[in-house]
């Protein structure tokens, strides 16, 4: 879901002022902001199709904060670029923010109290 699709189908009562400042910034802001919106719409779906299979509480804990550790700097920066707070000269695609994404947290999957949480086993 776009960042334009987000907020037509949003209630919200700023949504037309939203989608007013939307279509009037910068194409590489409005890129910027789509990217992040996909990027956190795909870590949501992710978390959620993977938490409908039969898993135990504690692994659907770990998705979860997986989940909540991604979405948290994407958010950030979606709030950056929307404040001004963050200038955006060349939008990354989402695959390159999933990869980054991925690569932060690669570690998390490989560290040695992780591999040895007996929910994992």
């Known amino acids: ?31 910027s902001l789509d990217t992040l919106a996909v990027t956190m719409a795909v870590v949501l779906e992710a978390t959620r199709a993977a938490m409908t299979s039969d898993l135990k509480p504690e692994t659907i804990a ?15 920066r979606a709030g950056a670029i929307i404040n001004g707070d963050e200038e955006v000269t060349d ?15 690669s570690t998390w999957l490989t560290s040695e109290p992780i591999r040895s949480a007996p929910f994992l086993r």
């Open 1 to 31: 879901m776009s960042y334009r699709e987000h907020f037509r189908a949003s209630h919200s009562r700023i949504r037309e002022l939203a989608l007013a400042a939307y279509e009037t910034a910068d194409s590489n802001v409005r890129s």
């Open 62 to 76: 770990a998705l979860v904060g997986n989940a909540v550790g991604w979405l948290k700097p994407l958010i950030a």
């Open 91 to 105: 939008a990354p695609s989402p695959q390159a923010v999933v990869d980054q994404l991925m690569k932060r947290y």
